[in-house]
C-alpha cells in the first residue's frame, strides 16, 4: 500500500499532522481541568459534540492562545491528506489497470 514515494510521503505528513493535534489536544484538556473542580473534569476522550465546549472553555481560560485554531488547522490538513492519499490509490490503480 505504501510501496510508492508519493504514498510514503503523504503518510509521513500524515502523522506529523496526527500527532501534532493529538497532542496539543490533550494539552488543551489538561490545561482546561486545571481549572475545573475534581468532579467537573473535562474528559480526555470527548464525543463529537463536546468539542465546541472544550473550545468554549479553553478560549475562556485562555483567550489569546492560537492552540486551538492550530489543533483545528492540523485536524483540517489531516482530511485534506487523506482525501489526497485516496485519490492518489485511486489514480494510481486506475494507471496501472490501462498500462500494464
Not at 8 to 31: C, G
Amino acid at each position: 500500500m505504501f510501496d510508492s514515494l508519493p504514498a510514503r510521503f503523504i503518510l509521513s505528513v500524515f502523522l506529523t499532522f496526527f500527532f501534532a493535534a493529538f497532542f496539543l489536544y490533550h494539552f488543551m484538556v489538561f490545561k482546561v481541568n486545571q481549572h475545573l473542580d475534581p468532579g467537573e473534569k473535562f474528559p480526555h476522550s470527548m464525543s463529537f459534540g463536546q468539542r465546541e465546549q472544550l473550545r468554549d472553555l479553553y478560549k475562556s481560560l485562555y483567550p489569546r492562545s492560537p492552540v486551538y485554531q492550530f489543533t483545528m488547522s492540523c485536524a483540517i490538513a489531516l482530511l485534506l491528506l487523506a482525501v489526497a492519499f485516496a485519490a492518489y490509490r485511486f489514480w494510481d490503480s486506475v494507471r496501472t489497470l490501462t498500462h500494464p
